[in-house]
Nanobody, 124 residues
């Protein structure tokens, strides 16, 4: 069992930055791949970024590539999402998720555990 708690969301102006954190419980955190997804009002949840268990592989949605960076600290049981050059279209609830194979995946259905989400609002 893995419990995930996101933090770091908030209101920021376009062009600004935020760093989201996702703290995980459980001693098996380092064996899970981690992903970030987001859901904007009236839209389906979509993939943002993922990182393998070791941090050696990362994956990004085209819409955030070059602006967002996913990283993890297995000693702290935490995964991060650094978001730079934010745009109003990045406004959404951001969720972190854990995937047991450890390799990382863009598919929501492959993830086993989810956090409750944190709101990110980017004003124009």
């Amino acid at each position: 069992q893995v419990q995930l708690v996101e933090s770091g969301g908030g209101l920021v102006q376009a062009g600004g930055s935020l760093r989201l954190s996702c703290a995980a419980s459980g001693r098996t955190f380092s064996t899970y791949a981690m992903g970030w997804f987001r859901q904007a009002p009236g839209k389906e949840r979509e993939f943002v970024a993922a990182i393998s268990w070791s941090g050696g592989s990362t994956y990004y949605a085209d819409s955030v590539k070059g602006r967002f960076t996913i990283s993890r600290d297995n000693a702290k049981n935490t995964v991060y999402l650094q978001m730079n050059s934010l745009k109003p279209e990045d406004t959404a609830v951001y969720y972190c998720a854990a995937e047991h194979t450890g390799w990382g995946n863009r598919q929501e259905r492959e993830y086993d555990y989810w956090g409750q989400g944190t709101q990110v609002t980017v004003s124009s």
